[in-house]
Each structure stands twice: as C-alpha cells, then as structure tokens.
T-cell receptor, first 113, second 114 residues
C-alpha cells in the first residue's frame, strides 16, 4: 500500500505570496492532519480534516487554511506569507477520528524569503 | 491537562551499547502512546505504539518501550545501537477531549558514536 504523499517536496516563496500544499493519504484513510515543524517551536498541530470537514484546529492565524476533497486528499493554504512561516509542513493520515495511528508523509519544506 | 515530556533533548551513545530515551506523560485517561523517529529531512516514521494491551511493546528495528502507569513513563530502549539509529525521536500521547489530538514531545536527538 502506498504511503502518504506530499507535493511539492520543496518550495521557495517570498513574503506576501501565498502557497498551496497537497497531501494524498493512504488509501482507505479518511482523516488528514497537518503539522508545522520548526527548530524553535517543534511540531505544532495545524488542523485535522475528516469527511471534507475540519474537525480540529490548532492555534494558528487565519492565514492558514485547509480543505479536504471527497477522495480524502487534502490541501493547505498559507496566504500573505511571513518569514516565520518557513518550516517543514507534515501531513499525516489515519483511518478515522478515534485516536488511530497517524502515518506521516515526507513533508514539504517551505522557505520564505 | 494532557502533556508529554521527553527528559533529554540530546543523547549520545557508542555503537553497540544500549539506548534509553526517556518519556513521561500526563493524562487523565488511559492514553495511547507512540514513538516516532525522524531522520534528517524526512517525515516521521512510526516505531511502536501502546494501546492498553501488553505493557511491553516491541517495535521495528529492535526498539521496544515499556508502559509504566505508576511512573507515568513510556521509555524507549534498544539493546544495541547502530549507526543508522542516529535521528530524532518523538514521544507522542493521543488524548481525547471531545476529539482526539496528538500531543508531541519536544524530541530527543540521538547521536551514535563509532
């Protein structure tokens, strides 16, 4: 079974731009979570989607948004990029919402200049 | 409040010697606990998980962890370190407060010396 895939793997943007990251979960998994990983803050939860609905949200500004499609694929968008948004963005999928194991993708490395 | 504490930010061991990475958790309920490993510029890979079955959990690559409720600990061990074990390790507790949420420890960077 294929694992979680994320595209693109690397991205360079400038301040003020927006970016969209994509995540394809493991086949059959319906829940997708997004995390931001930085050296200073570690791993921080962004949001979780299940059945095209946001079920859980972390403490991030409204510039960070996401969505999930009917095939469980998910995208996250960051608008008006700031230097501090430079990070590794990780996507994880799980079967459902009952605390099942999350399986992580390789991440998208975003650099904001 | 639910939380997880990794007691060491860095651990160095010599190749062939035992590994011990320490994790303490705080949870009002019976938690699900996980250990993940992250190699440089990679995503997180599941090493093992505890979900209230056997307290000694065996994972991949020779790692195991023991759930000790009385000590609220879930330490990760390996009898003999290999150079390829050098990575960052995260202890995670899955908690429910209406919805489930993963709470990550701050990570322990393991260095293996030749």
């Amino acid at each position: 079974k294929a694992g979680v895939t994320q595209t693109p793997r690397y991205l360079i943007k400038t301040r003020g731009q927006q970016v969209t990251l994509s995540c394809s979960p493991i086949s059959g998994h319906r829940s997708v979570s997004w995390y931001q990983q930085t050296p200073g803050q570690g791993l921080q939860f962004l949001f979780e989607y299940f059945s095209e609905t946001q079920r859980n949200k972390g403490n991030f500004p409204g510039r960070f948004s996401g969505r999930q499609f009917s095939n469980s694929r998910s995208e996250m968008n960051v608008s008006t990029l700031e230097l501090g948004d430079s990070a590794l963005y990780l996507c994880a999928s799980s079967l459902g919402l009952n605390g099942e194991t999350q399986y992580f993708g390789p991440g998208t490395r975003l650099l904001v200049l | 409040a639910q939380s997880v504490t990794q007691l060491d930010s860095h651990v160095s061991v010599s190749e062939g010697t035992p590994v011990l990475l320490r994790c303490n958790y705080s949870s009002s309920y019976s938690p699900s606990l996980f250990w993940y490993v992250q190699h440089p510029n990679k995503g997180l890979q599941l090493l093992l998980k505890y979900t209230s079955a056997a307290t000694l959990v065996k994972g991949i690559n020779g790692f195991e962890a023991e759930f000790k409720k009385s000590e609220t600990s879930f330490h990760l061990t390996k009898p003999s370190a290999h150079m390829s074990d050098a990575a960052e390790y995260f202890c995670v507790v899955s908690v429910s407060s209406g919805t489930y949420k993963y709470i990550f420890g701050t990570g322990t960077r393991l260095k293996v010396l030749a």
